[in-house]
């Protein structure tokens, strides 16, 4: 299977307070490049240009650290999502909101941070808790919030707009998040796409309203 096409996205970067904004910056690097496990607070302090002191005002401890970086992660990410146009029709809606998700776990630097996390999971599995309960559920949010518009376009039918949610974006990811947790080769951009497109097709044969009866003339 061919690797991703997707070039890396540019690193986003913390907005604070000067300090604490080289903190942060800094910190996001050192854990991208080791790893939780073997970066310390004193690679971190050095590599920000602050004392130790300094680092430890901010966080007292590269748990906390780290907890804050997944937070700040999940938010930007967030803010970068925007619900697509209906005018050219729901299917073509889908697909794109579809190939926004894709694109994330297609890039090289959205799926080295989610590497870090999940590498994380046996000595630190609170963090991972923490990764899914804020990144996961913004994702599923922000699409819950978009099904809920088409069905009240009349565009969708379902019960429960966080189940269709969570449905549309297993349909439309498949086995992308596995593949990324496991550090496993990527499909191409070509690949995804068509696994993305059949899964958008999956979607609205289940939950697109069938057509009322035909009027006689």
Same mark, same amino acid.
């Given at each position: 299977? /061919?690797?991703? =096409?997707?070039?890396? %996205?540019?690193?986003?970067?913390?907005?604070?307070?000067?300090?604490?904004?080289?903190?942060?910056? +800094?910190?996001?690097?050192?854990?991208?490049?080791?790893?939780? +496990?073997?970066?310390?607070?004193?690679?971190?302090?050095? %590599?920000?240009?602050?004392?130790?002191?300094?680092?430890?005002?901010?966080?007292?401890?590269?748990?906390?650290?780290?907890?804050?970086?997944?937070?700040?992660?999940?938010?930007?990410?967030? %803010?970068?999502?925007?619900?697509? *146009? #209906?005018?050219?029709?729901?299917?073509?809606?889908?697909? !794109?909101?579809?190939? /926004?998700?894709? %694109?994330?776990?297609?890039?090289?630097?959205?799926?080295?941070?989610?590497? =870090?996390?999940?590498?994380?999971? +046996?000595?630190?599995?609170?963090?991972?808790?923490?990764?899914?309960? =804020?990144?996961?559920?913004?994702?599923?949010?922000?699409?819950? +919030?978009?099904?809920?518009?088409?069905?009240?376009?009349?565009? #969708? *039918?379902?019960?429960?707009?966080? #189940?269709?949610?969570?449905?549309?974006?297993?349909?439309?990811?498949?086995?992308?998040?596995?593949?990324?947790?496991?550090?496993?080769?990527?499909?191409?951009?070509?690949?995804?796409?068509?696994?993305?497109? !059949?899964?958008?097709? =999956?979607? #609205?044969?289940?939950?697109?309203?069938?057509?009322?009866?035909?009027?006689?003339?």
């Amino acid at each position: 299977m /061919k690797e991703s =096409t997707l070039e890396p %996205a540019n690193a986003p970067e913390y907005c604070g307070g000067r300090k604490e904004s080289q903190v942060v910056n +800094a910190a996001r690097d050192e854990f991208l490049r080791q790893g939780f +496990a073997k970066t310390s607070m004193e690679a971190i302090a050095r %590599a920000a240009n602050v004392s130790k002191a300094t680092l430890y005002a901010y966080f007292p401890s590269k748990e906390a650290l780290f907890s804050y970086l997944i937070e700040n992660e999940c938010e930007m990410k967030r %803010a970068l999502f925007t619900p697509p *146009s #209906l005018d050219g029709g729901v299917e073509a809606a889908l697909g !794109a909101l579809g190939m /926004k998700f894709v %694109a994330h776990f297609l890039t090289k630097n959205e799926t080295t941070f989610f590497q =870090t996390v999940s590498s994380e999971r +046996a000595r630190f599995p609170e963090l991972c808790r923490l990764f899914f309960n =804020t990144g996961q559920k913004q994702a599923v949010d922000f699409v819950a +919030a978009f099904l809920q518009e088409c069905k009240e376009k009349g565009e #969708l *039918s379902f019960a429960d707009a966080h #189940l269709a949610a969570n449905q549309f974006l297993n349909l439309v990811l498949c086995d992308l998040p596995v593949r990324v947790a496991l550090g496993l080769d990527l499909p191409n951009e070509d690949e995804a796409q068509r696994v993305m497109k !059949a899964g958008v097709s =999956t979607f #609205l044969r289940a939950f697109r309203p069938a057509p009322g009866p035909s009027r006689s003339p």
